[in-house]
């Protein structure tokens, strides 16, 4: 076994045991990655050192023990090589040991990004509690029309034609609502982006037509972002 994992430089043997009470207190030494592991050992078994691991590395089963096969893939075992075997089964055996790492490093890759974006993109909501008389009421976010600074206070218009206030100015509301969605187009306003009908120029801004009929005027400090959505 030596002999043949010597034609795999990325695999370094960090210790060899002849029986199962040194292989255990190896594997506690060293915390391998990999190891082939016999069945029947001086000491303990290899299920019994499996047994006795906290953390279970990858393991490929070297045995002349066909009936443990089962319990060794119920331990998730790699591969189970039964003695005697070839140099071509042995490299079938670390071929899909490597594969197994390969796969497991691209999960944990793609689990790290997958972390870091949702760390990176702020959460939006995607519904708020908006006051109604003497109670707060769930309010999809995608049915606000358009937002109006109300004071230091800000107005939701909705698409159905209600009307909500908002403890937040305009200010802090254009942070909390997604930008996917949502549009500052003035500093009195901000649109819904899905809302919009129509836009038509005005002098060195535009009046944007919603759906609702309301026209929302586009200041000239705003207008190079209304044009970002004409193709």
């Known amino acids: 076994m030596s002999e043949y994992l010597s034609h795999y430089p990325d695999l370094v043997v960090v210790g060899e045991a002849a029986n199962g009470v040194d292989a255990l207190r190896l594997i506690k030494i060293h915390e391998p990655e990999i190891i082939f592991l016999d ?136 942070n909390r609502l997604n930008p996917e969605l949502f549009l500052r187009v003035h500093r009195s306003y901000i649109v819904n982006r899905q809302a919009i009908k129509e836009a038509y120029r005005e002098g060195h801004g535009y009046d944007l037509v919603l759906q609702s009929g309301e026209i929302v005027r586009v200041s000239r400090g705003y207008a190079e972002k209304v044009k970002e959505l004409l193709f």
Not at 60 to 83: C, G, N, P, R, W
Not at 97 to 102: A, C, F, S
Not at 155 to 162: E, F, V
């Open 39 to 174: 069945v029947q050992m001086p000491g303990l078994t290899g299920l019994d050192v499996l047994a006795r691991l906290e953390t279970l590395p990858l393991v490929i089963f070297s045995t002349a023990y066909d009936q443990y096969a089962l319990e060794a893939f119920e331990l998730h075992a790699v591969d189970y090589l039964l003695k005697p075997y070839t140099r071509d089964r042995f490299d079938q055996a670390v071929d899909r040991l490597l594969k197994r790492i390969n796969q497991a490093q691209t999960n944990l890759a793609k689990l790290a990004q997958d972390l870091h974006d949702e760390q990176a993109a702020p959460a939006y909501p995607e519904r708020i509690m908006v006051p109604k008389g003497s109670k707060y009421i769930a309010l999809p976010v995608n049915e606000i029309e358009y937002v109006s600074a109300d004071g230091d206070y800000s107005s939701l218009h909705c698409d159905s034609g209600s009307r909500y206030l908002s403890q937040f100015g305009i200010g802090e509301l254009e």
